[in-house]
């Protein structure tokens, strides 16, 4: 499969996509490959990322008075 075929079934399935999540999850890998001054993340990093980003979307976020005694927490048992 040459570039031009993979690009134009890449564009035949996005184009058939319905799920919002997916979509920006697509959107935010593509911005990352297309920023010269982006960060190489390791495959498991990359995909926890991912999904913090679907979990923000869908509003389920800490305040950060939780996430400070989350973190308090995890040190003290280190």
Do not use: C
């Not at 499969?1 to 035949?12: A, F, G, Y």
């Amino acid at each position: 499969m040459d570039t031009l075929s993979l690009k134009q079934e890449l564009i035949h399935r996005i184009t058939n996509i319905n799920d919002f999540d997916l979509l920006n999850e697509l959107k935010t890998i593509l911005e990352l490959k297309n920023n010269e001054d982006y960060l190489e993340l390791a495959p498991e990093l990359e995909k926890e990322l991912l999904e913090a980003s679907v979990l923000a979307s869908n509003g389920e976020t800490l305040s950060q008075d939780e996430l400070d005694k989350k973190v308090d927490k995890w040190l003290s048992e280190k």
